[in-house]
């Protein structure tokens, strides 16, 4: 990298609010700090600081994440780390990929370490089952956490490195990073690519973008040249990593490395080569090592990787999208309400070389070209996601920083009144990324991880009792609740929030068509859709007894003589303790089970919209426990009356406030501070107001008679509404 750069003063000044930076930056300034010799560095108080308050934020970001985005948050990463952890008669669900040795083992390595330091601690700290399971769900969300605030410190570092130390850029740049309604939802899950995402970011980082400038140097000093290939190993191995969890990202720095050997000397491009392939060989190495101790044999997953999805086409069989599906749902979705600002940052920095110095410039053109280039290439794919292109948000937060704050500064920097719609604007955005965040991490898709906090409250009320006068090395096979899943395949998580082993679990899988031909590929359903295609035909064909012999009490009532498996893949399921399904499959169980011992015993909120119409509505489980279900209607019938008092609540007080007369100024209704007396806050219409003066109630004075040569004798009139008020 470059020893040399300008920090420039990005700060508009007063007399000009419009001014855009590039020109305060280009015009010549006496507050512009002299440049320096060496790289710019935040004052170290500052980065700490700014660390610091990442690693809490992501904190608090991972422990309020409530709710479901996709499946291989967990069944990727999660259930096999469960395996590694304790074993796979535990009962984690292994899907396919591992079968096939699609995955590297290297990403779930690291959630079995923190699930064994997790369990670790909790038997070190005699902590009861239900803390324990706390601990183990919340640790690789914990781990997660740390994990993406060094993405958000290296992104803000990025930032600085190019703007310049303390530049308004970059602290817009780390804003853009806090407030994103796509950070605060997805980063701080155990996905594949939220790790892809920060290693990304730090290997930009670190990378030489000097070597992509043209230069007439034959070459680095000797200690430069150290240092430089310092930070190009660290580089590379990262890099070399990225690549082995998800292959898709070696078009990030094939396309960076492109440009560096085309511009780059001949020198630079020979270490660029050489140390290439010595990290690239020597992370291959690692995982190919781990690989074999996870697999049993030797194998070398992301050849299998490519071969499965593209040869053999098995990534449509999970969805097919259209061509332009980064340009008109990635990127929105990626980016959210700071797509406009990322749209304007790509088109300027493209057209035209940023007011910047040389070699910063040229990190932005990179950077644009990258987060184009690669959408561009994973738009041949057919089976497309979001979170594909995510490695890229980090950049594009940092190309958005520029005209972020040349549109919004000028309203900050001054009290203007022409700046107040801009002002409004900011406003609305932020509330708009709160509301954003808040309602996908906490209520969108909820359920599908409450249903499994309510299973093992359930476990400890019925399953533990069963299973104490068991063996511990046999406790796993004996008793314990079972349950089934009539859902869309792996529509919630599993082992990992389960936890314990003796919740013996089935659900509808959904393996590809793997190793069939294309005839047989057309016409293959899997068993999730072969029971929608018909509920009551797969119920009568795949379960135990059919519809006719229905258990009529739990089976933890009479624990089995016989062992059972944790987890229950192939059919035919037995029918279980508890049965969860959505609430759109509700009327059809009620038609088909209507004669059977199930009842509704528990039923939580999921979604108000879903793209998939299977997984609509509440998530409601039924039960064979009479019991749970009685308990069940005594509580919705007490939630009913509490909310019946409080709507006829809220109807008397609507009542009171429309038949209480409007309050208007008159000295009878002044009452003195001496007087003892207070008025009542309202009274009925019908009640006669009594009349006072300073306070004390007046006598009521006699009625005089009528006299008919003043007025004749007075009409008598029906007494009407006003008499009542007054």
């Not at 608090?60 to 796979?88: C, H, M, Y």
């Not at 071969?307 to 929105?332: H, K, R, T």
């Not at 979170?387 to 001054?414: C, D, G, N, Q």
Request: charged fraction near 15%; include cysteine.
């Amino acid at each position: 990298m470059s020893a040399r750069s300008r920090r420039s003063n990005s700060r508009l000044p007063p007399s000009s609010p419009s001014r855009s930076l590039s020109d305060a930056a280009r015009a010549p300034s006496h507050s512009s700090p002299p440049s320096r010799s060496r790289p710019p560095s935040a004052n170290p108080n500052v980065s700490s600081n700014v660390l610091l308050f990442l690693i809490a934020f992501r904190l608090v970001n991972a422990l309020t994440v409530r709710t479901f985005f996709q499946p291989d948050e967990f069944f990727q990463s999660l259930e096999p780390a469960w395996k590694i952890a304790f074993g796979e008669n535990q009962g984690p669900w292994i899907t396919w990929e591992w079968e096939h040795q699609l995955r590297s083992s290297l990403h779930p390595l690291i959630f079995a370490a923190v699930y064994s330091t997790a369990d670790f601690v909790a038997r070190s700290l005699g902590l009861s089952p239900a803390s324990r399971a706390d601990l183990l769900i919340a640790a690789p969300g914990i781990t997660q956490a740390f994990i993406a605030a060094v993405g958000d410190f290296y992104t803000w570092k990025l930032a600085r490195y190019i703007y310049g130390d303390g530049s308004n850029e970059s602290w817009a740049t780390l804003a853009l990073t806090v407030v994103s309604p796509w950070q605060w939802f997805c980063s701080t899950r155990t996905l594949s690519n939220c790790l892809e995402t920060t290693i990304t970011i730090v290997a930009l980082y670190l990378w030489p973008w000097g070597w992509a400038l043209k230069s007439r140097a034959v070459g680095p000093t000797v200690k430069s040249k150290g240092v430089s290939i310092l930070r190009l190993r660290q580089c590379l191995l990262l890099a070399a990593f990225a690549c082995i969890l998800r292959p898709t990202n070696v078009i990030i720095w094939v396309g960076l490395a492109s440009v560096a050997l085309h511009r780059g000397t001949w020198s630079q491009g020979q270490i660029l080569a050489r140390e290439a392939l010595l990290c690239g060989s020597s992370v291959l190495a690692v995982s190919t090592v781990v690989d074999r101790f996870f697999y049993g044999f030797w194998t070398f997953p992301p050849f299998r990787f490519l071969y499965f999805n593209i040869a053999q086409s098995l990534a449509v069989f999970y969805g097919e999208n259209d061509w332009s599906y980064y340009a008109s749902q990635g990127y929105p979705l990626l980016l959210t309400t700071a797509l406009p600002f990322t749209l304007v940052g790509l088109y300027r920095t493209l057209r035209r070389r940023p007011s910047l110095e040389r070699q910063k410039a040229s990190i932005l053109v990179q950077l644009a070209s990258i987060s184009l280039a690669m959408p561009a290439t994973l738009s041949a794919i057919t089976h497309k996601e979001v979170r594909f292109i995510y490695p890229l948000l980090p950049a594009l937060h940092i190309l958005s920083a520029s005209p972020l704050v040349e549109f919004f500064l000028p309203a900050l920097a001054t009290t203007d009144r022409r700046y107040i719609p801009r002002r409004l604007t900011l406003i609305f955005l932020l509330l708009a990324n709160v509301m954003i965040a808040t309602y996908t991490t906490l209520f969108h898709a909820s359920g599908v991880i409450s249903v499994l906090s309510y299973l093992r409250e359930q476990h400890q009320l019925h399953g533990i009792a069963n299973t104490s006068s068991v063996p511990n090395e046999n406790a796993a096979s004996y008793g314990g609740i079972t349950a089934g899943f009539l859902m869309p395949c792996h529509s919630t998580p599993w082992r990992s929030h389960l936890v314990e082993p003796t919740i013996h679990a089935w659900a509808l899988s959904c393996e590809p068509p793997v190793g069939l031909t294309t005839e047989e590929k057309a016409a293959y359903r899997d068993e999730a859709d072969q029971f929608y295609d018909d509920p009551r035909g797969f119920l009568r064909d795949n379960m135990v007894g059919g519809l006719r012999h229905i258990p009529r009490r739990p089976s933890y009532s009479t624990p089995p003589n016989s062992p059972r498996h944790p987890t229950q893949k192939l059919p035919p399921h037995e029918w279980p303790d508890y049965l969860i399904f959505f609430a759109q499959l509700e009327p059809t169980l009620k038609s088909y089970l209507r004669s059977s011992a199930y009842g509704e015993c528990w039923r939580t909120y999921n979604s108000d919209w879903h793209d998939d119409s299977r997984r609509r509505g509440d998530v409601v489980v039924w039960c064979l426990d009479p019991t749970e279900q009685q308990a069940w209607r005594s509580e919705q019938h007490h939630r009913a009356v509490e909310d019946r008092d409080r709507q006829f609540d809220h109807i008397v007080q609507r009542f009171q406030r429309e038949v209480t007369p409007p309050k208007s100024w008159s000295w009878s209704q002044w009452i003195s501070p001496f007087s003892t007396q207070s008025r009542p806050p309202w009274s009925w219409p019908w009640e006669r107001k009594k009349r006072t003066l300073f306070g004390y109630e007046l006598p009521e004075l006699p009625e005089l008679p009528q006299w008919g040569w003043l007025g004749g004798k007075k009409k008598t009139k029906s007494p009407s509404l006003s008499d009542f008020w007054f």
